[in-house]
C-alpha cells in the first residue's frame, strides 16, 4: 500500500532558523521496513530539532515507533517499543567536514527527504532477529502428541547378534 510521499525538506532555512519539524508516519508506508515486520500497522513519531554548526546545517533526530516482529523460535508476535536518537549533519558531498559526534547524510540539504531518512533509522534500531526479553516467556507452539511418552512395545523375542562372540574369543 505505497503512500504518497511529502515534499522534501529544506533543512538549509530551517537549520538556519533553528526550526522543529514534527511529524507521524504511517509504518505500512516505510517499504523496506515493512519487510522486516509481522504486522505493518502502527505509526513513526518523529522529532527532528535544526541548528547551523560551523555553517553545516545540522539535527537531532529522534524517533519512537511500535513495531511487531514475529519470534523465530515460537512463532508469536513480539511487540517492541523502538526509540532512536541520531545527531545528523547534511552535506553535499562525503568529504565535507562534519561537526564532531554527527552522522553525515549526504545529498542536496534543500531536498531531504524525510520519510526515507526516518525509515533508515527504523531499520538501523530494528533487531535483525527479534528476541523475547529476559523475563519474558517462549513457549514453543503445541506439537500433535506432544508430551506424552510412551514406551515402545516390548519385542517379542530380542535379537542379539553378537551374543555368542563372547564364548568365541575364550578359544
Known sequence: MPTTREQPLDVLDLAATGGVVERQFPI?????????????????QMRLELQMIDGTPSAVLQIRAGVVQECPRCLRPLRRVLESESRLAFVA?????????????????????????????????VPLIAKHAPGEECRLPALAGAGK?????????MRRPFAGLKDLMKH
Open 28 to 44: 505500512a508506508g516505510l517499504e523496506r521496513l515493512r519487510d522486516r515486520l509481522a504486522d505493518p500497522g502502527g505509526s513513526v
Open 93 to 125: 558531498r562525503d568529504d565535507s567536514p562534519v561537526p564532531a559526534d554527527h552522522e553525515p547524510v549526504i545529498g542536496d540539504p534543500r531536498r531531504v527527504d524525510l520519510a526515507t531518512l526516518i525509515e533508515d533509522e527504523l531499520l538501523l534500531a
Open 149 to 157: 511418552w510412551e514406551p515402545a512395545p516390548a519385542a517379542q523375542e
